[in-house]
């Protein structure tokens, strides 16, 4: 029984804590983007999940006009900008009675900050007024410390496209405050 207990000790003492610098990349995403409700990375798969609350039952004719959209718009954007392919990104949605959250998932070695910009755009471009934004984080923050967080937010994402967290992480949005954590 003690070895058993002895080996749980180890284990939990070994367990590989995230870096600080990966918090800290999904933290300047959710302050410079009030439009990602919730974000998400799991390492096993090397994907960042953005998260997006539309105010509407959204059809599957609506989420297949966004698929096409965002297509075609990365598909541009990647021939005149990156002069890549397209990688493969899951666009899902999940209905929560008078709300839908829209996923928007990306393999984060694929991912630049400027396609972040982008897709932020353009889920306000489509979604219109449905699109929820974080208002108390939009409207109190200064425009040097957005421009901050932006700068960050590139450096650290061009970081985890080099180095991949290993940890799977979320961040959140709570009453103007942002929280991120190990899952």
Not at 24 to 39: I, K, N, S
Not at 149 to 177: K, N, S
């Amino acid at each position: 029984m003690a070895k058993i207990f002895s080996g749980l000790l180890h284990k939990m003492h070994t367990r590989q804590q995230p870096r600080p610098h990966d918090i800290q990349m999904l933290g300047a995403l959710l302050v410079r983007y009030p439009e990602v409700d919730t974000v998400e990375y799991e390492p096993r798969y090397e994907q960042l999940t953005l998260n997006f609350m539309v105010r509407a039952a959204l059809t599957s004719q609506d989420m297949e006009g966004y698929d096409d959209l965002l297509t075609e718009s990365f598909r541009s954007y990647r021939q005149l900008e990156v002069a890549d392919e397209l990688p493969h990104i899951a666009i899902t949605a999940e209905a929560l009675e008078r709300l839908t959250s829209v996923h928007v998932c990306w393999p984060i070695r694929e991912l630049a900050a400027e396609e972040v910009d982008l897709l932020t755009d353009l889920a306000a471009q489509y979604f219109q007024d449905g699109l929820l934004v974080d208002k108390l984080m939009d409207a109190n923050l200064e425009a040097d410390f957005i421009d901050q967080q932006e700068e960050m937010f590139a450096l650290l994402l061009a970081e985890a496209r080099q180095h991949p967290p290993r940890q799977a992480l979320a961040g959140y949005r709570d009453g103007g405050h942002i929280i991120v954590y190990n899952r």
